[in-house]
């Protein structure tokens, strides 16, 4: 056949020792086998006995040009919906997994979510993969890769591998580390991704506010540690700049321990803190400790003239002696130590996660996206076409289901397509003139710098998660209630992709 998506389907066929043979196995069971059994219809149609496939009706003779007529009709329809299915599963074949490199007892695995992760093997699956061009086996579980080894029954080294990509902390509390997995020119391949929120990633395709962040300054959420700190990163979180976050004004802290993991809410501004996690902070001038008796606050000790130590905890006063409570019932109270003048130098605002830049072709929900923006999902996202502000900087976010089922409304069956791997075509909604608002910000995007991003899917499941396309560049329009717009994709269209979506 030269139907790209029945060759795909055929690829296990092709590549047994014996493919006619495999072929015929195929067929017998699907689907000669299943239309005999009768599934799901209201009664047995046809027969399967000694290797003979029959109708079990009978048709008079001058209806069988009809019959036969009709009966074509069926199977172009039954093949129609089952090539639907192959281009939904080869769509998820075609976009890589973003994996988060995370930890079992101290070793780094890779963990995911099934309902966020489309095409993921099923767990117990060995799944050969090409690590920088070497061959591994990974071990497919429910929830997460844990192990990669060479050969079956060989030694794990898929932590030896990711301390090699992301160093001795891969995986453990605090550190941000992720992979993908995808398929490229018939073969799995891992790859590794920078680290999210830092300034070595594409940061600027969503340019949340950029925070310094002290990364050799430990924030004791356990014992008392002393070290200096060191201003020397950035990191972006997803927030807007209209929320009140001033990178004058705030900063980034990693807690250390799980002394301040319990609730706290008897004491003023006290939220849980795990180990690890990144906290936002705000510079404060508290003259004296007791401006911040009972209150979460990041404290500092000086003891002599250089050493500094630093707590995430809630000054306290015992018996007339200041000490450093946790919310965590299981820490008892920690006595200022004879000889360190203690400040309370900024209030702990809340925890948060670095800002993350949409992964080219990974799958994302639409609560997934709306994270990526640092906004909330709520009913405003639940539109085909969304613009938002980011500090100065406009995006307009596109949302496209490539098929539009009969159950769609006739005026909600847009033209959307990719011409080529490189063009795509959008029509907006049906009343949209180019001189109002909305189409304005795509039409005027050569002069006013909007950014455009495309999320994209097939659309044959409900809640299929959506592709990430990158970039698009308008190029000319036409047309008005509605308009139809021509884009050129900043990235093109991978060619498993082009495949699937363009037939």
């Not at 008079?60 to 599963?89: I, K, N, P, W």
């Not at 994270?371 to 496209?400: A, C, Y």
């Not at 909604?429 to 994209?456: M, V, W, Y």
């Amino acid at each position: 056949t030269d139907d790209p998506l029945l060759k795909r389907d055929l690829d296990q066929v092709n590549a047994a020792p014996d493919p006619d043979a495999a072929l015929l196995r195929t067929w017998r069971e699907q689907p000669l086998r299943v239309w005999s059994e009768g599934r799901s219809v209201s009664r047995q149609w046809f027969s399967f006995e000694d290797d003979e496939f029959a109708f079990l009706g009978q048709v008079a003779a001058e209806h069988a040009a009809v019959f036969e007529d009709m009966t074509a009709e069926l199977v172009e329809l039954r093949l129609a919906e089952y090539r639907d299915r192959l281009r939904g599963s080869a769509a998820a074949l075609a976009t890589p997994m973003r994996l988060r490199v995370s930890h079992s007892n101290g070793n780094p695995i890779l963990r995911f979510d099934r309902a966020r992760v489309s095409g993921m093997p099923p767990a117990g699956t060995e799944l050969p993969v090409l690590f920088e061009g070497e061959r591994y086996l990974l071990r497919v579980q429910t929830i997460a890769i844990n192990v990669a080894y060479r050969e079956p029954g060989g030694a794990n080294e898929l932590p030896s591998l990711m301390r090699r990509w992301f160093g001795p902390n891969a995986g453990l509390p605090g550190s941000n580390h992720y992979v993908s997995l995808g398929q490229h020119e018939g073969h799995w391949v891992l790859t590794r991704e920078a680290e999210p929120g830092s300034s070595s990633t594409d940061s600027n395709v969503i340019p949340f506010p950029e925070l310094t962040y002290y990364p050799d300054y430990k924030v004791a959420c356990g014992a008392l540690e002393f070290s200096e700190p060191n201003p020397e990163q950035q990191i972006r979180i997803p927030v807007k700049m209209d929320d009140g976050v001033d990178p004058g004004r705030h900063f980034l802290v990693r807690a250390t321990g799980d002394s301040m993991s319990g609730a706290g809410t008897e004491f003023h501004g006290a939220f849980p803190v795990d180990d690890g996690e990144l906290v936002l902070c705000e510079w404060m001038d508290a003259t004296s400790i007791d401006q911040v008796e009972n209150t979460m606050c990041l404290v500092s000790g000086v003891q002599g003239q250089d050493l500094r130590l630093a707590a995430l905890k809630i000054p306290v006063r015992r018996e007339g002696q200041w000490c450093l409570h946790s919310t965590n019932p299981g820490y008892e109270d920690e006595p200022i130590p004879n000889g360190v003048r203690l400040h309370a130098i900024a209030r702990p605002l809340r925890v948060v996660e670095p800002a993350a830049t949409p992964a080219l072709w990974a799958s994302y929900d639409r609560e997934a996206v709306t994270s990526l923006f640092g906004m909330p999902n709520n009913r405003s996202w639940q539109v085909g076409h969304k613009d938002v502000e980011l500090g100065e900087q406009g995006h307009t976010i596109l949302f496209v289901t490539l098929r539009k089922g009969p159950e769609v409304p006739l005026e909600q069956r847009y033209a959307d397509k990719f011409i080529s791997p490189r063009e795509f075509q959008w029509e907006s909604q049906a009343n949209t003139r180019p001189t109002d608002k909305k189409a304005r910000r795509i039409l005027e995007q050569p002069s006013s710098g909007q950014i455009i991003h495309l999320f994209c899917r097939y659309g044959l499941e409900k809640g299929e998660p959506f592709t990430y396309c990158g970039r698009l560049r308008y190029r000319r329009h036409s047309g008005s209630q509605p308009i139809r717009i021509w884009f050129g994709l900043e990235n093109p269209l991978p060619e498993p992709l082009w495949r699937v979506w363009s037939v």
